[in-house]
T-cell receptor
Framework: KAGVTQTPRYLIKTRGQQVTLSCSPISGHRSVSWYQQTPGQGLQFLFEYFSETQRNKGNFPGRFSGRQFSNSRSEMNVSTLELGDSALYLC????FGTGPYEQYFGPGTRLTVT | TQLLEQSPQFLSIQEGENLTVYCNSSSVFSSLQWYRQEPGEGPVLLVTVVTGGEVKKLKRLTFQFGDARKDSSLHITAAQPGDTGLYLCAGAWDYGGSQGNLIFGKGTKLSVKP
């Protein structure tokens, strides 16, 4: 079974621009979560989508948004980029069944804002 | 407030040494996961523990869930350079639930020198 894929792997943008990141979950997984990871803050939860609906949202400004498509693929968008948005953005997928809640991560997108 | 504390934050040891990483909380979790992350990559799920007092082994790695399900430890025997990475623990409050009930520690950065 293929793992979680994220594109692009690396991105360099300028302050004020916007960016869209893409995530394809493991086949059969309907939940996709997004995280921002920085050396100082660790993994911070952005939002979670399940069946095209946002189920949970972290404490991030409205510049960060996301969506999920009917095939469970997800995108996140960051508008008006700031230097502090430079981070590794991770996507994780989960399935819901009888087992404990587990997340499977993609390789991440390294975003650098200059 | 960090709800899941990991210690130590950094650990640098020689090949062949043993080590233990701790994950502590005042909250009770329905399950707890351990991940390992290498630089520039996403976290990889190592193990999930569910039952209080549960012990799971993965080759030289031993994971234990506290009796009260508030803490966990990861013990590595005879560490090797390939064990180098960031070890993250994540606690879930809701068995089989959603990401909204999953919390990550800030991680322990392990370096094993040959």
């Amino acid at each position: 079974k293929a793992g979680v894929t994220q594109t692009p792997r690396y991105l360099i943008k300028t302050r004020g621009q916007q960016v869209t990141l893409s995530c394809s979950p493991i086949s059969g997984h309907r939940s996709v979560s997004w995280y921002q990871q920085t050396p100082g803050q660790g993994l911070q939860f952005l939002f979670e989508y399940f069946s095209e609906t946002q189920r949970n949202k972290g404490n991030f400004p409205g510049r960060f948004s996301g969506r999920q498509f009917s095939n469970s693929r997800s995108e996140m968008n960051v508008s008006t980029l700031e230097l502090g948005d430079s981070a590794l953005y991770l996507c994780a997928s989960s399935s819901f069944g009888t087992g404990p809640y587990e997340q499977y991560f993609g390789p991440g997108t390294r975003l650098t804002v200059t | 407030t960090q709800l899941l504390e990991q210690s130590p934050q950094f650990l640098s040891i020689q090949e062949g040494e043993n080590l233990t990483v701790y994950c502590n909380s005042s909250s009770v979790f329905s399950s707890l996961q351990w991940y390992r992350q290498e630089p520039g990559e996403g976290p990889v799920l190592l193990v999930t523990v569910v039952t209080g007092g549960e012990v799971k082994k993965l080759k030289r790695l031993t994971f234990q869930f506290g009796d009260a399900r508030k803490d966990s430890s990861l013990h590595i025997t005879a560490a090797q350079p390939g064990d180098t990475g960031l070890y993250l623990c994540a606690g879930a409050w809701d068995y089989g639930g959603s990401q909204g009930n999953l919390i990550f520690g800030k991680g322990t950065k392990l370096s094993v020198k040959p």
